[in-house]
């Protein structure tokens, strides 16, 4: 965990004062004479630096950590949005034959075909043995039921897919 470095400024009676020794070589050397230390500063070191940057850098990761969570959070909310619908679908085969199939047109192509179709009917004018949903694709399926009913209404709910 990060530890926070308070720093301070170094506080003196006479900022910016020096002494000016000429050197033998030509050069000058200035030293501070800045009177009574008021307040110490933080020392401008590695080591605090570093800890600033170390502090910067697990901050990143942290940020990154949370910006996945946040996008899982959003792909599981999608994914909870859905669209329902209901088809009359008729069957102009005698029984044991059929020739149920249609297809449903999605309102919102998914983004992949990870997505669940329930189905409930709603109305037959005869038995409905089975309810199956098939050929998927982003943008649609295809429903047919088995059975001797010429004519079914069938309710359908689409959850999932949605990765956006």
Not at 81 to 91: A, F, M, P, V
Request: proline content about 2%; overall charge negative; hydrophobic content about 35%.
């Amino acid at each position: 965990m990060y530890k926070k470095t308070v720093w301070l400024d170094h506080v003196v009676e006479k900022p910016d004062t020096y002494r000016e020794v000429q050197n033998a070589d030509g050069t000058v050397t200035h030293t501070p004479v800045e009177g009574q230390v008021i307040q110490q500063g933080t020392p401008m070191s590695a080591t605090n630096f570093n800890n600033m940057e170390d502090g910067i850098f697990e901050n990143n990761i942290l940020n990154s950590m949370l910006l996945q969570e946040v996008l899982q959070h959003r792909r599981v909310m999608a994914d909870l949005q859905g669209e329902t619908g209901q088809k009359l679908i008729t069957n102009s085969k005698e029984y044991p034959f059929n020739d149920s199939a249609v297809t449903i047109s999605l309102a919102k192509s998914r983004d992949t075909l990870n997505y669940r179709v329930d189905t409930e009917v709603v109305s037959a004018n005869g038995s409905v043995d089975d309810v199956e949903v098939y050929d998927k694709q982003l943008n649609g399926f295809k429903l047919r039921f088995t059975g001797n009913a010429k004519e079914v209404t069938i309710k359908y709910m689409v959850q999932g897919g949605m990765y956006q």
